[in-house]
Every structure is written in C-alpha cells, then in structure tokens.
C-alpha cells in the first residue's frame, strides 16, 4: 500500500514504482488523497482514497468550483511569498505549509485505519513529508521514501532544508536553521504528542516523519548528491532515478519539426502549482518567443487563458517522460521530480525556484555545474536568454550530463525500490 503526498512528484515516484510491483503480479494498493480518484485506478491501481479535509459547504448561490481552481487560488495568493529571500519564507509559507499537511494527517487517521483494517497489506510505503500515525501502529513492515530534495535528510555539513544555500559557505546556515526551529518548535511538539497519543513512537526531534527502521529510499542521482557531507545508515537506499513508464505518448508537432540545427528544442515547465502563476508563465513565453528556438510547454491549469508565440506548442499537461528525450534542455521550477527526471534522460536545466525544496535544487544543479539557477522573478529578458543560448552551446556539458544519464538509467531506481519492498513484504 503506497501512502502519497497529494502533489506530482511524490505519486508519480510511487507510481513508477508500483507498477513494477504490479506487473510481478502485486496487489498494490494507493490510499491516497481523494482528488486522484480514477487516475490511479486507470492505471491498473486500488484506489482506496482518504479526504485530508471536510468537503467545503455547498454554495447554492455560486458555481461549482473548476477542479484545479484550489491551486490557482493559492498560488495567486502565496505568489508574493515567493518573491521573499528563503529565510523569510519559513513563517510566510514553510511554517503553514508544514501546518498545513499536519492537520490533514490527523483529519484522515481514522480513514487510514480503516483502509488498513479493509485492505491488509503486507507492507506500507509512505511518500509524504509529514508522519501518519495510522501507519507506524499498522503492524506491518512500514517503508519512507523520499522524493524531496535529499537535504531532507539532515547533516551539520549540508546547507539547511529549503534554504538554498549554497554548500561551500556556511556563513548564513546557522541563522537560517535558528529562523527555522523558532517558527517550528511548538507545532512539532504538539504533533509529536498527538502521534504519541495515537500509539506511535516519538519524533525525531524537529521532524515531522518518522524513518523506518527497515527500509528507506531516497529519489536522487548520486553525481548530485551528499553522500561525502552526509553518511547514511544501512537501512537508506538511494534510487538515482525513479521514472514511471505510465505517460501517454508523444509525437512532436509537426510545426515544430525543422531541419534547422541551429533551432533547439527546449522544454518549459514550472510544476502543476508554479505553472498557476499566469503573470510569470505568460513573462517566460513572452521573452523565449524571441528566440530561435522551439518549446514544448506545460501550461498548467490555466492554458486557456494565454497564447503561445509560433515556436511553441503547449498543453495543460504533457507526458512529460515521453518529452524529455526529445528535448536539448530543460526550463524548470526545480521541483525535485523534473529534476531527477531530467538526470534521468542529461538535459541540462534552467532553474526558476518557488518553494520548498526547488531552491536547494536550484543551487545544488548550479553549484555543480549542470545548469543555471536565475532570480525567478527578478532575471532581466537578456539574462534568461543568455542562459539559454550558453547551456545550449555547451557540447561539454551535454556529453558529461549524456554519460551520467547513461548510468543513472543503468541503475533502474524503480527496479530496486520494487526489489526492495517485495523483500520486505515477503519477511
């Protein structure tokens, strides 16, 4: 039974793995937020779903709300967060998100009991940020995996969690994680007793998941990871990549198809949640249609409300997997999924970081070398363009990203996730 954050990331991570699982003829079993309800299903899944919040009342004097229409309400309402340095973002959006995911977490305790009563599985595997007490008292064998950004996992020689800082100067580290414990403090002690007075064990101090102590995966590619600054126990493994092979396919458009080499194809995409930001989406499309090159675009839940220039081509969703060995590069909020996915298949990337973790993979792909990470709302027009036109020109870096793609693919991450669970359901 696989435990997903409601966001992209976190259930495509699950369900590349799940499908493997599923084709070894698995039972496998998604409890996860209700608003996913056919999508799993359709790909050969048990949905039994659970609501992290009441229903809103019915408003028979409005109309009824758009699906997606959540988000767009809250990126336009969060957006000038965004703009603020990383440290003021800990009361302006962490702290509310953390307490946020919190109460839905004690809201569906009593449903996740029930779905584990209804469904016995033989192993759990949660991929959310925040702990549910449900599954540490199941007894069964309970899996965290991690498809956030690995400063997740802490170190006293890794930059703060959701900072961006960057690893070689520490001199900001330290008032950042003093910020972070002051906002943070009273919710993860309240928290932490409710998760005691439902059975589970304490917290680790500060944390809001357990680890398990038997199996934990992290999502991210090695040549970008920690592994010299942070040591992990034995019970971690890392996946370097985690690819689903559930996406629809593609064919590339026929206007965007050109016997010009100079024109590249690139690929822009600011999430499910940034994409909702139409004020930066229509800036971006406005200045890359100046360039020679061609786009594929992932419009997010407001495509019908802007145009796209003559080089682009764009949906609301595109199947991103299929997309992306296609493309030469990659323009990017950095959420950790298209992140690892663009290891994945060595394209180097343009980072325009929001929130959460997408900084620190905006600066870790800077500070190695494999892409550029620009001001997302403060880059000037020349500034996005020159990162483009000098990544693109870079056959350097496209063959050291092309070697490392080829190892990380080597690696199947959804084959040993799938390996490692199967194990430890079987005991």
């Keep these: 039974m696989f435990v997903p954050e409601s966001a992209y990331g976190p259930t495509n991570n699950c369900v590349g793995i799940g499908n493997i699982l599923r084709q070894r003829g698995h039972t496998v079993i998604f409890a996860a937020e209700a608003s996913w309800e056919g999508k799993l ?12 919040a009441p229903p809103p009342e019915p408003d028979p004097d409005a109309p009824e709300e758009a699906a997606g229409q959540f988000w ?25 998100t953390w307490q946020a995911l919190i109460d839905g977490a004690m809201y569906c305790q009593p449903q996740l009991e029930q779905i584990i009563a209804r469904q ?104 970008a990871d920690y592994t010299d600054r942070r040591p992990l126990d034995s019970t971690w493994h890392r996946l370097d990549s985690s690819v689903r092979a559930t996406d ?39 200045v890359l249609g100046r360039t020679h090159h061609r786009f594929i675009v992932s419009k997010g839940p407001l495509a019908d409300d802007y145009e796209l220039p003559t080089n682009m081509w764009g949906a609301a969703q595109v199947p991103q997997t299929n997309v992306l060995p296609l493309v030469d590069l990659v323009i990017t909020h950095g959420g950790n999924n298209t992140t690892t996915e663009a290891f994945h298949f060595g394209k180097p990337m343009i980072l325009l970081p929001l929130f959460w973790d997408q900084y620190d993979n905006a600066q870790r792909v800077h500070e190695l070398g494999y892409g550029i990470r620009l001001s997302t709302y403060g880059f000037d027009d020349d500034e996005l363009i020159g990162a483009v036109e000098r990544l693109l020109a870079d056959t350097a870096l496209a063959q050291r990203m092309a070697a490392n793609a080829e190892v990380i693919r080597g690696r199947s991450g959804t084959v040993k996730a799938a390996d490692l669970i199967e194990a430890l359901a079987k005991g």
């Design 72 to 96: 767009i309400d809250f990126i336009r309402d969060t957006s000038p967060v965004f703009r603020l340095p990383t440290i003021e973002q800990i009361t302006g959006f962490i702290q509310p």
């Design 120 to 223: 016995r599985p033989d192993v759990v595997v949660q991929d959310n940020v925040s702990g549910f007490a449900a599954l540490m008292t199941a007894g069964v064998p309970f899996v965290k995996s991690v498809s956030c950004q690995p400063l997740e996992m802490k170190g006293p020689d890794v930059p703060p969690t959701f900072s961006g800082l960057p690893s070689d100067d520490r001199s900001q580290w330290g008032d950042y994680r003093a910020e972070y414990e002051r906002a943070h403090r009273p919710m993860f002690q309240a928290f932490d007793d409710w998760m005691q007075s439902c059975g589970a064990p304490p917290l680790p101090d500060l944390e809001f998941v357990h680890d398990s102590a038997h199996l934990n995966l992290y999502l991210y590619p090695e040549v």
């Design 248 to 286: 629809a396919p593609f064919e590339l458009p026929e206007h965007l198809r050109t016997s010009d080499a100079t024109s590249k194809l690139v690929y822009l995409s600011l999430g499910s949640l940034g994409s909702a930001d139409i004020d930066l989406m229509k800036r971006l499309v406005s």
């Design 41 to 52: 299903e359709a790909l050969g899944f048990v949905e039994d779903l659970v609501h992290l």
